[in-house]
């Protein structure tokens, strides 16, 4: 289809092929009511056109002549009141399929076209009714396996990450604006905004794209539970508490825990994954090759072709499962007394709980704000899992974002965070402008305000014809 061209009149089924009680054909565009005129018996399809309100009214759809007339509730909303802005109508009849194949065709040959894939929602976009991120929830919607999926396209399709996305874009205009008119004045020396104000709202939007950019690290469209993960030094229990966790909590009961547990060190080589739910709240838990100062510290050292043995590349994806965690388990064996914790693990702080393990006679009477477990006796595993579904539900709020929008807009965030980075470090007015811009234009990627022809295609072309 042309995937701008909005001034003509669409109709598609909107509910799925089949027999049902009900189906549903839907009609957007300048002759939704036009289209409609040589098969409605009901003389108050005018009264639509006057009165300009949506409405709903009940009537007969003529088949064929006249030879079968159809009860028909039609659902009546003018432009700019409608889901795609245009005038539109939907049609509520018996769900018989070959009745609602007579209806689709009968309008088509009386000024209507066959929709395309997402023509619909498309057209909603293009009206500003939705944004883009809001427009791909809409998918999110139909193809949500679970309760998960559904609540998450749910949170995205009511404003969800575009809300915030496009405050800030609004935010780093006004700051452009002010810097720009600054340079108009130049040989006045007026000084339109305070540069700590300036740099305040720089660090302010910078701050929040880096914590959704960290959220989309390592994702891609098959991974949409946050990712809990289980690190430390090597032989602290890790993989003990990982099959006590996953017990205690996993959503699957068919898939076995395959964690290995042994008393020699590193016996952790590849990393497992378990699905788990905790009150509300779903998560990959994901066990790791303990942290070896002997073949790699937490900060890395990388591969080559020398130093590419089984130990290395344990600590390599190690390492990858950190960055892309949205919650780290530090453990630690329990020794007695709360000792300060070995690792350089200081740049995890703010995604870190810490957890001591082994505490198998300790876990009833330690501080209520200590994260202490026994593997072996189970104790202090339903706290840390209440701890850790709290964590989440604290930290991911309103930066949840489907896996299918932040496979696409991933790139555009990362050069806006990375732009705005420089231009809160600068003191050069030209430059800090040209960074805002160039944040401004990549964020506008990813809300739809400025969006590329190929971009749109696709996305539009994923869904089902008449949605």
Not at 60 to 86: A, H, I, M, N
Not at 88 to 102: F, K, M, R, T, Y
Not at 222 to 233: A, C, F, N
């Amino acid at each position: 289809m042309t995937i701008f061209q909005i001034s003509d009149t669409i109709t598609a089924q909107a509910t799925a092929r089949g027999s049902a009680a009900r189906g549903i054909v839907r009609i957007s565009g300048p002759n939704a009511v036009e289209s409609l005129r040589r098969f409605w018996r009901n003389d108050q399809l005018q009264e639509l056109l006057r009165n300009n309100n949506p409405r709903i009214m009940t009537g007969e759809f003529l088949l064929w002549k006249e030879r079968l007339p159809v009860l028909c509730d039609l659902y009546f909303w003018p432009e700019g009141r409608s889901f795609t802005g245009q005038m539109s109508v939907e049609l509520h009849l018996p769900g018989c399929q070959p009745i609602l194949d007579a209806v689709v065709s009968a309008v088509c040959q009386n000024g209507c076209r066959l929709a395309g894939p997402g023509e619909f929602t498309l057209r909603a976009f293009l009206s500003g009714r939705i944004t883009l991120p809001q427009a791909e929830a809409v998918l999110g919607v139909i193809d949500a396996q679970n309760n998960q999926e559904l609540t998450l396209a749910l949170k995205q399709l009511a404003g969800g990450i575009g809300v915030p996305l496009a405050e800030i874009r609004e935010n780093l205009l006004e700051l452009i604006c002010h810097l720009e008119a600054e340079f108009d004045f130049a040989e006045e020396d007026i000084e339109f905004i305070d540069r700590h104000v300036l740099k305040s709202k720089i660090r302010e939007s910078l701050e929040f794209l880096q914590r959704i950019s960290h959220q989309l690290q390592g994702r891609n469209h098959t991974q949409s539970l946050p990712r809990v993960v289980l690190t430390g030094v090597s032989n602290v229990g890790k993989s003990s508490l990982f099959n006590r966790l996953g017990k205690a909590a996993k959503i699957s009961d068919t898939a076995p825990l395959q964690a290995i547990v042994s008393d020699f060190p590193g016996t952790t080589r590849d990393y497992l994954e378990v699905d788990c739910r905790w009150q509300d709240i779903s998560f990959c838990l994901v066990d790791t090759a303990g942290i070896d100062s002997d073949v790699g510290s937490i900060t890395g050292t990388p591969l080559t072709d020398e130093n590419e043995t089984p130990a290395m590349l344990a600590q390599a994806k190690t390492r990858e499962s950190l960055e892309t965690a949205d919650c780290l388990l530090m453990c630690q064996e329990w020794n007695g007394t709360v000792a300060d914790f070995p690792l350089p693990f200081e740049k995890y702080a703010d995604r870190m709980l810490k957890v001591f393990t082994k505490a198998d006679d300790s876990c009833d009477v330690r501080d209520n704000n200590e994260l202490f477990t026994s593997s072996l006796t189970g104790a202090g595993i339903e706290k840390l899992l209440t701890a850790i579904s709290t964590f989440l539900k604290r930290n991911r709020g309103s930066c949840e974002i489907l896996p299918s929008t932040a496979q696409r807009c991933r790139e555009a965030l990362n050069v806006a965070a990375e732009a705005l980075e420089r231009a809160s470090v600068t003191n050069d007015e030209l430059l800090i402008a040209a960074d805002l811009r160039l944040a401004f234009e990549q964020l506008g990627l990813v809300t739809g305000a400025a969006c590329h022809e190929k971009i749109l295609d696709g996305i539009f072309s994923r869904f089902c014809i008449g949605k």
